[in-house]
């Protein structure tokens, strides 16, 4: 009972959400609630189209895309870790839940969804919050920047109008597809999504208050209503939202909350797609909050947030939604428009709600091509293009680390992708750490020291050593990457002294490899009757030997703090040649 108290409330300390926080400190004025208030129906006005466009583009209706943004919307501002977070689909979720849906269905989804949040409060309460940020930068762009090209791919059948029943989940088959449907390509379509693009771009230069994607889906879409009510336009000319989706005309409702269900052969094989939402959340919705600490100058709680977004994927799926994150465009807009406080968010979840429920049956009149150029706009904006071309002039292995897991993104999966290059990034790392460990004697230097040798006032070169005693000396970390470059310094130089100091003043860790390591050099030097010295060892290598008796077989009597008591022992060891036999026995 008592550790599950100290769990409980660890995980309590860890869970401290910024409006709970606010709310603690008092302070909130009218002020600040209009601004609020403001900034709250700007990012809900942005989020409209993305909501609709985001639900078509993953294979749900765009009434489940609206469902998600209000309810995931309103838990994530109430619940996050940062002040200004908002939250709702993204773009970066589609290829993972398009590929879901069409094996799945959308009950494999929502027990896909609910297990990712389970995972993220996990991750949330046991402390990962932070750990989850050292993903690789190059393994970042990468999948990055292959989830912008299956968004972008995924759309062409809408902005070409291509006259195609089912778009394929797989990337090949989905090209493959495209092509023996070329012919059938919609001039309509092309004008209206050509059109939308242009409008999404240029529109900046107007006013940035209003999001372009909103002006061209008012323009297009009356475009198309009046065009059709005068009988210059078909559904077969242009397919719209109503077309495709007959339920969206007869009104948009928040249905009532179930539980999905599957079988269990099927849930053993929605774990690895659980683990891609999960990690997709966690990393989109913790560099979210990065960006809003740099432009607010506030710090977020990563852990809080890691526990907001697991607690709203635990309840978008039972309202019929899809998976959910912090949004980065739509937070800096809500800072930029002058939100402060997680009561913008509030407003931008309750808009959209009112909009569902009041204004939920225009969107029948939306056309599809509109809704396929604004998702390749934000395909476009989340590519990192310039970053992708940037990093190759970088090292090689990062390039490398990049392109297969952009690769693997595009061509296998996205989970397999992560798992591919971040372990990549890490073998790669060990190989670049194990390089920068250099080992060696350093008892007798040829010709003058260099700057650096003189510099140093602790260098063995501006001390006398006596005859008989090597110093060899290790700068970096120790550790199984470097154990056997260590190893192989020590012993093929064939040097045979009779006191052997072992300088580690520049090893800050040691690990079991390391240590074992150590253990075969001293076992070496006992069977050749060679006194070994330990000089400057920091306070993490001193606790792994000690915990490991490795201290205890040295002795402490020759485990030294710096290399002037090191050589000061090595001569009296020296001064009594019997002491220093009799320790040679085994």
């Known amino acids: 009972m008592q550790a599950l108290s100290t769990v409980l409330a660890t995980a309590r300390s860890r869970f401290q959400p910024a409006a709970g926080l606010l709310l603690k400190r008092g302070g909130y004025s009218w002020p600040t609630f209009?601004?609020?208030?403001?900034?709250?129906?700007?990012?809900?006005?942005?989020?409209?189209?993305?909501?609709?466009?985001?639900?078509?583009?993953?294979?749900?209706?765009?009434?489940?895309?609206l469902v998600t943004a209000v309810v995931?919307?309103?838990?994530?501002?109430?619940?996050?870790?940062?002040?200004?977070?908002?939250?709702?689909?993204t773009g970066a979720f589609i290829v993972i839940i398009y590929g879901i849906v069409q094996k799945y269905g959308y009950d494999g989804l929502a027990v896909a969804t609910l297990m990712a949040g389970l995972?993220?409060?996990?991750?949330?309460?046991?402390?990962?919050?932070?750990?989850?940020?050292?993903?690789?930068?190059?393994?970042?762009?990468?999948?990055t920047s292959g989830i912008a090209l299956i968004i972008f791919?995924?759309?062409?059948?809408?902005?070409f109008g291509l006259d195609l029943a089912q778009v394929p989940a797989d990337f090949i088959e989905k090209m493959t597809e495209y092509g023996r449907h070329a012919a059938t390509v919609n001039g309509y379509s092309v004008l209206l999504s050509g059109g939308t693009i242009l409008v999404c771009v240029l529109w900046k230069r107007v006013t940035p208050k209003i999001p372009g994607s909103l002006v061209a889906i008012?323009?297009?879409?009356?475009?198309?209503?009046?065009?059709?009510?005068?009988?210059?336009?078909?559904?077969?000319?242009?397919?719209?939202?109503?077309?495709?989706?007959?339920?969206?005309a007869q009104g948009m409702s928040l249905p009532a909350p179930r539980l999905p269900t599957v079988n269990l052969a099927t849930l053993r094989e929605l774990v690895s797609p659980a683990i891609?939402?999960?990690?997709?959340?966690?990393?989109?919705?913790?560099?979210?909050?990065?960006?809003?600490?740099?432009?607010?100058?506030?710090?977020?709680?990563?852990?809080?947030?890691?526990?907001?977004?697991?607690?709203?994927?635990?309840?978008?799926?039972?309202?019929?939604?899809?998976?959910?994150?912090g949004a980065i465009a739509r937070t800096a807009t809500n800072i930029k428009s002058g939100g402060a406080t997680p009561v913008a968010g509030i407003v931008h979840a309750v808009l959209l709600l009112l909009v569902m429920l009041f204004l939920g049956r225009l969107a029948a009149w939306i056309p599809m091509a509109t809704l396929g150029g604004i998702v390749a706009v934000v395909a476009y904006n989340m590519s990192e293009w310039r970053h992708f071309v940037k990093m190759f002039r970088s090292t090689r292995s990062d390039a490398a680390v990049m392109v297969i897991t952009f690769l693997l993104t595009v061509f296998v999966?996205?989970?397999?992708?992560?798992?591919?290059?971040?372990?990549?990034?890490?073998?790669?790392?060990?190989?670049?750490?194990?390089?920068?460990?250099?080992?060696?004697?350093?008892?007798?230097?040829?010709?003058?020291p260099d700057t650096d040798e003189a510099a140093d006032p602790l260098s063995i070169a501006c001390r006398t050593v006596p005859k008989g005693v090597e110093v060899f000396e290790v700068q970096g970390a120790l550790f199984f990457g470097a154990a056997d470059k260590f190893?192989?310094?020590?012993?093929?130089?064939?040097?045979?002294?009779?006191?052997?100091?072992?300088?580690?003043?520049?090893?800050?860790?040691?690990?079991?490899?390391?240590?074992?390591?150590?253990?075969?050099?001293?076992?070496?030097?006992?069977?050749?009757?060679?006194?070994?010295?330990?000089?400057?060892?920091?306070?993490q290598p001193l606790f792994v030997m000690q915990r490991a008796g490795f201290l205890d077989q040295v002795g402490l009597d020759n485990v030294l703090s710096n290399i002037d008591e090191a050589l000061a022992r090595a001569a009296a060891l020296l001064a009594k040649p019997a002491a220093c036999a009799t320790r040679a026995q085994p």
């Open 218 to 248: 008012i323009l297009t879409t009356l475009a198309v209503y009046a065009l059709r009510q005068t009988g210059l336009l078909s559904p077969s000319d242009v397919a719209t939202i109503g077309d495709r989706f007959p339920a969206v």
């Open 34 to 65: 209009f601004k609020d208030l403001l900034s709250g129906l700007i990012v809900g006005v942005v989020a409209i189209p993305l909501a609709i466009a985001f639900g078509i583009a993953s294979g749900v209706s765009p009434t489940q895309g």
């Open 119 to 143: 995972l993220l409060i996990a991750m949330g309460a046991s402390g990962l919050g932070s750990i989850i940020k050292f993903i690789p930068y190059p393994v970042t762009v990468g999948f």
């Open 487 to 539: 190893k192989d310094a020590l012993t093929v130089t064939g040097i045979r002294p009779k006191v052997l100091i072992l300088r580690l003043r520049h090893v800050l860790a040691l690990d079991a490899t390391a240590l074992h390591a150590l253990e075969d050099v001293f076992a070496q030097t006992r069977r050749e009757g060679i006194a070994l010295l330990l000089s400057g060892v920091h306070s």
């Open 153 to 159: 791919a995924g759309q062409i059948k809408d902005l």
């Open 413 to 448: 999966d996205l989970t397999v992708a992560i798992q591919a290059g971040v372990l990549l990034a890490a073998f790669l790392f060990i190989r670049r750490s194990a390089e920068t460990t250099q080992a060696g004697y350093v008892t007798r230097l040829l010709g003058a």
């Open 72 to 89: 995931t919307g309103f838990l994530i501002s109430a619940l996050s870790g940062s002040r200004v977070q908002i939250g709702g689909p």
């Open 276 to 325: 891609s939402i999960a990690l997709l959340a966690g990393i989109e919705s913790l560099l979210s909050a990065v960006v809003a600490d740099g432009m607010t100058g506030h710090r977020h709680n990563s852990n809080t947030e890691l526990i907001g977004q697991g607690v709203a994927n635990l309840c978008s799926p039972l309202f019929g939604g899809i998976p959910a994150t």
